[in-house]
């Protein structure tokens, strides 16, 4: 399962609702699971903000899931993205879609706290992505659904940005995304492999017969190159028995660390999660009920309908 946060959000209710749903309410393969589509519409339309709302999609490699396991996991997204906050304080219209051979769940959120009226941005990638990508690990390791950052099933390279601290980490990393490439079908040489390193923003610093290495990504002038080796970054290299090899050995070590990416993800996601509790809980506190304005309200009713 993979999680798409859409980049849209300025225009009306009708444009992402229909998408969903269709325009008569007939979209092929596609299920009302969450919310009511006309109080979705308005609620977008009745805003002034400039991002009004808020779009994405849950996508996953498997045709269906149990019914039990798609309330759950939304459940769970929902706690991700609005922590700290009471159902009757956010709203938001779940879609599923089977149409492309796979199960989607699409949400839509109206970009507004219903009881204060402020507005409400549910994601904002740079504070927000740690804790909804643990979210994603977690979910994928829990329901054993198919995992995009298996190097068997990975279609991309880490960015050099994203790269972690230790060079270990970083060499098995680079190369796990490479073999998944070549596995792909997506680089079929050194020169493709070269290519691919610096399209990722990875500045070559030396090349040798059977090495590459690359600059340290984080700019430290002092620290080592970290030199990449292998059948992978050989000049000779080619698509054959050996390199099938390191693509399964690649799969099985990160098959291995699943406990450990499962706790990790686990204690990131509680951390992270506080912190936007925190947020959530200073920005939009529930305005408190006064018991004695509220018995004068009864009283005043009783007294009317009598």
């Not at 340290?216 to 050996?242: M, T, V």
Request: overall charge positive; glycine content about 6%; some cysteine.
């Amino acid at each position: 399962m993979i999680v798409k946060i859409h980049s849209r959000g300025k225009g009306g209710g009708k444009g992402p609702v229909q998408y969903l749903l269709g325009k008569d309410g007939q979209r092929p393969q596609s299920r009302l699971d969450r919310g009511n589509a006309q109080q979705t519409i308005d609620l977008i339309d009745s805003l002034k903000f400039k991002q009004k709302y808020t779009s994405g999609v849950l996508s996953f490699a498997e045709k269906d899931l149990p019914e039990n396991q798609k309330q759950k996991i939304m459940d769970a997204f929902e706690a991700t993205l609005f922590p700290g906050l009471d159902k009757d304080q956010y709203s938001v219209l779940w879609v599923q879609h089977l149409d492309k051979g796979r199960l989607e769940l699409n949400f839509v959120i109206p970009n507004v706290e219903l009881l204060s009226g402020k507005r409400l941005q549910p994601y904002f990638d740079r504070s927000d992505r740690v804790r909804v990508n643990a979210f994603k690990v977690a979910c994928n390791a829990k329901y054993e659904l198919a995992d995009p950052d298996d190097p068997l099933r990975r279609r991309f390279l880490t960015t050099s940005n994203d790269l972690p601290k230790a060079t270990e980490e970083a060499q098995e990393l680079i190369t796990d995304g490479l073999l998944s490439m070549v596995d792909a079908g997506m680089i079929k040489n050194r020169s493709d492999i070269i290519k691919t390193l610096e399209n990722q923003g990875f500045k070559i610093a030396r090349t040798t017969k059977n090495s590459i290495s690359i600059k340290d990504p984080n700019g430290d002038k002092n620290a080592r190159n970290i030199r990449l080796k292998g059948a992978l970054y050989s000049e000779s290299f080619k698509h054959g028995p050996s390199l099938q090899r390191e693509i399964e050995e690649a799969g099985k070590r990160y098959k291995e660390r699943i406990r450990e990416r499962l706790s990790e993800a686990i204690e990131t996601h509680k951390r992270a999660t506080e912190i936007k509790r925190e947020y959530h809980h200073k920005r939009f506190k529930r305005p408190e009920t006064n018991p004695v304005a509220v018995e004068q309200v009864s009283n005043l009713t009783a007294v009317r309908v009598s």
